[in-house]
């Protein structure tokens, strides 16, 4: 069954950009009837007023939140039965969970596109007509398990690509595995599908991974995909003949890709260590604002909205931006915490027990084609740009891909080796000072024995 296109939709979210992304989305999804409310009290307001089919809100709003917005929806009537999604920054499991218990009909984690808004609504008003997962059925190969491995259009997961490379043009063949590589358009996707157990591995943000198994998803760290990699980059409105940084970012907005992310940890950092309080609008005082974008959308926003300060994004996006004259190189990642993780790759505990052989020939491989990427850095480029950008649709180029991996102190693929002491220094930094996460035992989340073992074979 089809979803009426005419379905009144109220959206909820004090970020203009955002209820900007959102009437974009949704008139991609085929939804053109959206009214759109400030916070959470302009929200009950225009339910009032005009008693939409669906709310769909944020969560983080000054004055009434999202959560209280929807827990008066959920005591009043007649408005008790409007189905309500939260479309958020709260991307943590926690926040998952407290949006079903007050009534929630659904969560879709920023940054999202509009075919996730598109799917949260049918999982709505037509269930049925939502693809459902049916028992994974595992391809065995010629001998070979086959290894489903999911990544985005991002620098830090090219050893993958150049994994994937060496494999189709011959130079190895893996005994124990067969590669199936699929590039996801964002971070929720490869949540989701690490979760369900859709994917076997995944090159994902460590804290996403972290947060998962926080909440019980049965999955292990096994490698790092990069070291450093990172940059922020402040935008070309700044003067230094009248502004001082902290001015500068001051009552403005910060994009991050993620909440549960490196990125996110660094930029609160930084902005911290000028004297400011940065966070997400809601109970306590905050003076910079993060937004949580997809990171394709981060020059371009900046380029056309004068509050957005800056943001902090993975390459080859940051590079392409300064070079467009969008913005400036406030710091890379790396001059801030030298040689820091930030992407791991994430496997099914399932997969690590039964198939051993294979992740230990897995782990090898990518261990020796990190270095085989640092080995030659136009090359690397090259493959990058087949890898990342296959249907030419982000533009990248082999000059950009060159100038990302030539900087100082730049992406580093060369020792992927985990160090339980990094994780944990993000752990707490994330939990302690900026309230988000759980602590976790991470000598259950981290497992070294196939990086170890690979380390030592190469070594001799």
Known sequence: MAVDPKIKILIADDSGTMRIMF?????????????????????IKKVQEQKPDLVISDWN????????????????????????????????????????????????????????????????????AVAQSGPRTRNIIDGKVEITVAHI?????LALGALK????????????????????????????????????????????????????????????????????????????????????????????PHKMSIHHMLAHQFLKELGLKPGVPGKKAINVRFEVVPPIKMPGIMKENED??????????????????IGNLEFLSSTRWDKHPCC????????????????????SLLIETGQYVEQDKPRAAQIAVNFLDPDGKLGLSTAVLEKVFAQPMAIRMDDLYPVLEDFDRIQKYM???????????????????????????MHG
């Open 165 to 256: 490379h060496r494999i189709e043009t011959g130079e190895i063949a893996p005994r124990h595995f067969q590669l199936k590589v699929e590039k996801k358009p964002g971070w929720n996707p490869i949540q989701e599908g690490l979760e369900t157990g859709e994917l076997d591995c995944a090159f994902v943000l460590a804290p996403i991974a972290m947060d998962l198994f926080a909440y019980d998803s049965p999955i292990q760290l096994v490698l790092l995909a990069h070291k450093n990699g990172s940059t922020f980059v402040r935008s070309r409105h700044y003067d230094p003949r009248f502004d001082s940084l902290q001015s500068f970012y001051k009552y403005k907005v910060v994009d991050i």
């Open 23 to 43: 009437k974009q989305m949704l008139n991609k999804a085929g939804f053109e009837n959206i009214t759109v409310a400030v916070d959470g009290s302009d929200g």
């Open 61 to 128: 709003m000054p004055r009434l939140d999202g959560l209280e917005f929807l827990q008066w929806l959920r005591k009043t009537p007649p408005y008790q039965d409007i189905p309500f999604i939260m479309a958020t920054a709260q991307a943590d499991k926690g926040q998952q969970i407290a949006i079903k218990e007050a009534g929630g009909n659904g969560h879709v984690p920023k940054p999202f596109d509009s075919n996730q808004i598109k799917d949260a609504i049918y999982k709505v008003f037509a269930p049925e």
């Open 431 to 457: 939990h302690d000072v900026m309230e988000i996460g759980k602590i976790i035992d991470l000598e259950k989340f981290i497992d070294t024995t196939f990086a170890h073992k690979a380390v030592m074979q």
């Open 308 to 325: 957005v300060a800056g943001f902090m994004v993975a390459e080859p996006i940051a590079t392409k931006a300064i070079a467009l004259e």
């Open 344 to 363: 791991i790759v994430a496997m099914q505990k399932e997969f690590i027990q039964n198939y051993p052989d294979a992740v230990q020939e897995f782990v």
């Open 153 to 157: 259009q991002i620098t830090d997961h």
